[in-house]
Nanobody
Framework: QVQLVESGGGLVQTGGSLRLSCGVSGRTFSLYYVGWFRQAPGQEREFVAA????????YYADSVKGRFTISGDNAKNTVYLQMNSLKPEDTAVYSC??????????????????WGQGTQVTVSS
């Protein structure tokens, strides 16, 4: 199994930046995907970005493409989400998730078996 812990959330003004971290521990050697999802109040959880643990291939939601960057540091067992040009609509609880399977639909939250507790990101207008 794997354990995930997010950090780096906070309050930022429109146009600002934040970097979220997802610390990964446990059985990491066979992980395939680590993803970031977000959920705003009253809304469904939505896909933000994902990365393959070993190869570093990246995937993004259209709403964040060009503004957010997902990256991984296997030596530190950490996946990062650099968020630039933040907008009020980016306000949400951001959670990282992990899967050992390469066959999941990586944009679907229900496909991931392991989740962190989430970190709040608030973008003020």
């Amino acid at each position: 199994q794997v354990q995930l812990v997010e950090s780096g959330g906070g309050l930022v003004q429109t146009g600002g930046s934040l970097r979220l971290s997802c610390g990964v521990s446990g059985r990491t050697f066979s992980l395939y995907y680590v993803g970031w999802f977000r959920q705003a109040p009253g809304q469904e959880r939505e896909f933000v970005a994902a990365i393959t643990w070993s190869g570093g291939a990246t995937y993004y939601a259209d709403s964040v493409k060009g503004r957010f960057t997902i990256s991984g540091d296997n030596a530190k067992n950490t996946v990062y989400l650099q968020m630039n040009s933040l907008k009020p609509e980016d306000t949400a609880v951001y959670s990282c998730a992990a899967s050992y399977s390469r066959w999941i639909v990586k944009t679907q939250a229900g496909q991931y078996a392991y989740w962190g507790q989430g970190t709040q990101v608030t973008v003020s207008s």
